[in-house]
């Protein structure tokens, strides 16, 4: 990452026994369990343990992630795929497996960093203060934890992307207007969706090579709506078409883009 060690926070777990894990939890602010509301409290509201202890992990998280609040915000939502202001199991597994290259264990991490909740009790899930608490705790295993910060976001980001955004990103990069007005041009029925019946004819077209359906949608339809492959290709797909072509012209793929947009329009057209 950069020349930064990579270290994060299932290094202590594994530095320390079982039995010490419930002695050190607690003093770190890592998600230890928050004891509920008193009865003499109103609903909703946050006992003054709790108060204390958010405010404790504030003091020992707040300086990592200073002026890190806006990339942080940015990779919130980004994992955040219903856009519900909160993160749960189905949105954090993949990614944190991916960064932390261990299986997820969904009742030991919400354990650890599922602080409170909209009731001032954990709730499975995490809002934008408690994401941030836990890429402060992956960084504090850095020699300098602030400075981290961006690396891990950075980490976080490429994994999200995954490999075909990392290497196609890049070459259609400057072009996105254009590659979506011919996406729109070719989207037929503008659902936002390409399926065989309005690609066919134009890629048979440009390539000279008659359109096999399973060939092209097992390469390029790389996700759907539910994750996994719909027979169909979403702009971002297709831009990804459009780079993979680029990229069969070697040196300085990103300079053929320009012509690939112009000549599979004018095969839409014709």
Not at 62 to 71: L, Q
Not at 193 to 200: D, F, I, M
Request: charged share 25%; proline share 5%; hydrophobic share 40%.
């Amino acid at each position: 990452m950069h020349g930064i060690p990579f270290l994060h926070a299932s290094y202590w777990r594994k530095a320390v026994s079982p039995s010490s894990i419930a002695s050190l939890r607690p003093q770190m602010g890592c998600g230890a369990s928050t004891p509920a509301p008193g009865a003499d409290e109103a609903p909703g509201k946050q006992s003054s343990k709790q108060s204390g202890k958010q405010s404790a992990e504030d003091k020992q998280y707040g300086p990592i992630i200073k002026g890190h609040e806006a990339a942080l915000k940015t990779l919130f939502k980004k994992i955040d795929i219903d856009n519900d202001g909160h993160l749960v199991a189905g949105e954090l597994k993949d990614v944190v497996a991916k960064y932390t290259g261990e299986a997820f264990d969904e009742k030991q991490f919400f354990e650890w960093f599922d602080v409170h909740g909209a009731g001032g009790a954990p709730d499975s899930q995490l809002d934008l203060k408690e994401f941030s608490w836990y890429i402060a705790d992956l960084c504090e295993g850095f020699d300098k934890p602030n400075t981290a910060v961006s690396g891990v976001i950075r980490k976080f980001e490429e994994l999200l992307a995954g490999p075909e955004e990392t290497r196609y990103g890049p070459i259609i990069e400057g072009h996105e207007a254009a590659i979506e007005a011919l996406f729109k041009k070719i989207d037929a029925d503008g659902d936002g969706h390409l399926v065989a019946s309005e690609l066919k004819d134009a890629i048979a077209k440009y390539t000279g090579e008659a359109f096999d359906e399973k060939q092209f949608f097992g390469w390029f339809d790389v996700h759907g709506a539910s994750g996994a492959p719909d027979n169909q290709l979403d702009l971002k797909e297709f831009g990804w078409y459009i780079a993979d072509i680029a990229e069969g012209f070697g040196l300085n793929p990103q300079e053929k883009v320009g012509s690939i947009i112009t000549e599979l329009s004018a095969a839409v057209s014709a």
